[in-house]
């Protein structure tokens, strides 16, 4: 079982940029951020293996960047342009296995992230 800790949500304005970091006890093969807002689904923003494959959803790629440190076991989410259909709660994640399957790992308590127009 890995423990995630996620830090540096908050408020901004659209078209402003936040960094969110997640702290991992241990390393994990995938390692992702998903979000979740009041009344919508789970979506999984971005993720990255191993071996540094990423792959973003749609509705933030080109805006969002994710990297993570193996050596520290870290993860990150540089979020810019952001909109204010950013606005949820933002979970670090990690699991075992590939990419796809990000949902079966662990999480963080996660951190809010509101953008407002």
């Known amino acids: 079982q890995v423990q995630l800790v996620e830090s540096g949500g908050g408020s901004v304005q659209a078209g402003g940029s936040l960094r969110l970091s997640c702290a991992a006890s241990n390393g994990m093969y995938c390692m992702g951020w998903f979000r979740q807002a009041p009344g919508k689904e789970r979506e999984v923003v971005a993720a990255?293996?191993?071996?540094?494959?990423?792959t973003y959803s749609i509705s933030v790629k080109g805006r969002f960047t994710i990297s993570r440190d193996k050596a520290k076991n870290t993860l990150a989410l540089q979020m810019d342009s952001l909109k204010p259909e950013d606005t949820a709660m933002y979970y670090c994640?990690?699991?075992?296995?590939?990419?796809?399957?990000?949902?079966?790992?662990?999480r963080g308590q996660g951190t809010q992230v509101t953008v407002s127009s």
């Open positions: 994640a990690a699991y075992g296995g590939s990419c796809p399957s990000l949902y079966f790992g662990s």
């Open positions: 990255i293996d191993n071996d540094g494959s990423t």
